[in-house]
């Protein structure tokens, strides 16, 4: 910007700028073009990332399978082991409960 007199700034030529304002039409078709050139390129770029998590995770689950399957069957024993316990404390649980039942009707002297 070039100052000619006091106040008074002469205005930058606009020519070699693409955005210059030829008219309104063409500078705001030019800039939704734009826009949506932006929109489709980050789309994609979020799409690769994801398809490359895909192929990631895949690849680490092929490569940790035989761990896992380790994992799983210690841990399937495991469930066994506790629910063999389980089983025994219900028992018991329902040994105590029907006791207890029993003992209450018979003070009530109800047979129901």
Do not use: W
Not at 27 to 38: H, P, Q, V
């Amino acid at each position: 910007m070039e100052t000619l007199a006091a106040g008074t700034v002469q205005l930058l030529d606009l020519r070699h700028n693409p955005y210059r304002r030829v008219s309104n039409h063409r500078y705001e078709k030019r800039m939704i073009l734009e826009g949506i050139k932006l929109s489709i390129i980050g789309i994609l770029v979020v799409f690769i990332f994801l398809c490359l998590l895909v192929v990631v995770m895949h690849a680490s689950a092929m490569l940790l399978r035989r761990y896992t399957e380790r994992e799983a069957l210690e841990l399937t024993v495991y469930k066994r082991r506790s629910s063999a316990n389980a089983l025994l404390k219900d028992h018991r649980l329902l040994a105590v409960i029907s006791a207890a039942v029993s003992a209450h009707r018979k003070r009530k002297g109800s047979i129901t």
